[in-house]
């Protein structure tokens, strides 16, 4: 896409109102052209064939055919960056689920129902979603673990400042965002049931999302997959993903480390944040971590890699490869603190071999 391009959109609701919020929202960016609106998921497809957009805004609940339905055949005929614009229940969050294994890249939550008079609220973080999807590789997106399993030459970067890690690490933190719940299943279920070490994620998503996340990569799993409660303490073979809406920390108690949960403001526009995990990791566990860095948009995660890395911290980059979004990765890349720049589904092995 060039850039002096616009980014063409197609907005599909049910609603009249929603589709004309959205527009407006969606018109208020300079380089975002709405090119077409769909009042369900027949005239979705058609208006796709027809306009060719470069992005869709899909409403999960829609009579007739629902928007999983939709994306399911988006997919199958011409896979292209698709939002999903979900409602904020229990229901809505497992079909987001559903919606991100079928090949969408991104979502944002309506925040009031589904006729939301102050989508106002979430227009900043749509609007820039819709920038960053509009750069996504599909081929990443969606396919599953056929792309996962794609041969590519992994790229390990030897650099002076790597340390040497005879001695196994004591835990280790991932950072994830647009793409990352599929990154993460082509990585945290490869894992053995007797992995040795804690894994703490932050993996960008709204309050009520993370619920949802966690359940379904604890079924993938053979270690054990959970949503962080405050005071819950840090175990080996565990993973533990932070809580939407909440940053993710450690404390060292007398006999454990616990996670805490802390509401203040976000960080890079995002909470949870890698970047506070990674820095309150720094006080409390040091530099003997494994740091891998995801799939997102944005350069969450960057400062506190810089830190742990200093600190001796081993760390892994997605390579771009097989990222939806190099945002991230490529940050910490870019800033040559990546000891490992390998495809998503390296990553797991490397995470064997580090523990060894």
């Given at each position: 896409?060039?850039?002096?391009?616009?980014i063409?959109?197609l907005v599909?609701?049910?609603?009249?109102?929603?589709?004309?919020?959205?527009?407006?929202?969606?018109?208020?960016?300079?380089?975002?052209?709405?090119?077409g609106?769909?009042?369900?998921g027949?005239?979705?497809?058609?208006?796709?064939?027809?306009?060719?957009?470069?992005?869709?805004?899909?409403?999960?609940?829609?009579?007739?055919?629902?928007?999983?339905?939709?994306?399911?055949?988006?997919?199958k005929?011409e896979?292209?960056?698709?939002?999903?614009?979900?409602?904020?229940?229990?229901?809505?969050?497992?079909?987001?689920?559903?919606?991100?294994?079928?090949?969408?890249?991104?979502?944002?939550?309506?925040?009031?129902?589904?006729?939301?008079?102050?989508?106002?609220?979430?227009?900043?973080?749509?609007?820039?979603?819709?920038?960053?999807?509009?750069?996504?590789?599909?081929?990443?997106?969606?396919?599953?673990?056929a792309s996962?399993?794609?041969?590519?030459?992994?790229?390990?970067?030897?650099?002076?400042?790597?340390?040497?890690?005879?001695?196994?690490?004591?835990?280790v933190?991932?950072?994830?965002?647009?793409?990352?719940?599929?990154?993460?299943?082509?990585?945290?279920?490869?894992?053995?049931?007797?992995?040795?070490?804690?894994?703490l994620?932050?993996?960008?998503?709204?309050?009520?999302?993370?619920?949802?996340?966690?359940?379904?990569?604890n079924?993938?799993?053979?270690?054990?997959?959970?949503?962080?409660?405050?005071?819950?303490?840090?175990?080996?073979g565990?993973?533990?993903?932070?809580?939407?809406?909440?940053?993710?920390?450690?404390?060292?108690?007398?006999?454990?480390?616990?996670?805490?949960?802390?509401?203040?403001?976000?960080?890079?526009?995002?909470?949870?944040?890698?970047?506070?995990?990674?820095?309150?990791?720094?006080?409390?566990?040091?530099?003997?971590?494994?740091?891998?860095?995801?799939?997102?948009?944005?350069?969450?995660?960057?400062?506190?890699?810089?830190?742990?890395?200093?600190?001796?911290?081993?760390?892994?980059?997605?390579?771009?490869?097989?990222c939806?979004?190099?945002?991230?990765?490529?940050?910490?890349?870019?800033?040559?603190l990546?000891?490992?720049?390998?495809?998503?589904?390296?990553?797991?092995?490397?995470?064997?071999r580090?523990?060894r």
């Open positions: 896409m060039s850039l002096s391009r616009k063409r959109v599909v609701d049910d609603s009249a109102f929603m589709r004309k919020v959205i527009g407006d929202i969606l018109s208020a960016e300079q380089s975002i052209e709405i090119v609106k769909a009042r369900n027949d005239e979705a497809i058609a208006k796709i064939k027809e306009l060719l957009p470069d992005v869709v805004t899909l409403d999960m609940e829609m009579p007739g055919k629902n928007g999983l339905d939709v994306l399911r055949e988006i997919m005929a896979p292209i960056p698709v939002i999903m614009v979900s409602s904020l229940t229990r229901e809505g969050a497992n079909i987001t689920m559903q919606a991100l294994d079928a090949g969408a890249v991104d979502f944002v939550t309506k925040p009031s129902g589904v006729i939301s008079l102050d989508m106002g609220k979430i227009g900043d973080e749509l609007r820039q979603k819709i920038v960053a999807v509009s750069k996504a590789s599909m081929k990443n997106a969606y396919g599953g673990e996962h399993l794609r041969k590519i030459q992994a790229n390990p970067l030897q650099t002076p400042q790597r340390r040497d890690m005879s001695k196994r690490p004591d835990m933190v991932i950072a994830a965002s647009t793409g990352g719940p599929n990154a993460l299943q082509g990585v945290i279920p490869g894992l053995s049931s007797g992995f040795p070490l804690p894994i994620i932050v993996q960008h998503m709204p309050p009520g999302f993370t619920t949802s996340f966690a359940n379904r990569m079924e993938l799993s053979r270690i054990s997959v959970v949503e962080a409660c405050d005071g819950m303490p840090v175990k080996k565990t993973a533990i993903i932070a809580p939407g809406g909440y940053h993710l920390t450690v404390e060292r108690t007398l006999s454990n480390l616990v996670c805490k949960l802390k509401d203040s403001p976000p960080v890079r526009s995002v909470r949870p944040s890698a970047d506070v995990l990674f820095t309150s990791v720094s006080e409390i566990v040091g530099g003997s971590v494994v740091v891998v860095v995801l799939t997102g948009m944005g350069k969450d995660g960057l400062d506190g890699t810089r830190l742990l890395r200093s600190m001796g911290a081993y760390v892994i980059a997605e390579a771009k490869e097989t939806v979004i190099y945002g991230m990765p490529g940050a910490v890349s870019e800033a040559g990546a000891d490992e720049s390998l495809p998503v589904y390296s990553i797991t092995e490397a995470l064997e580090l523990v």
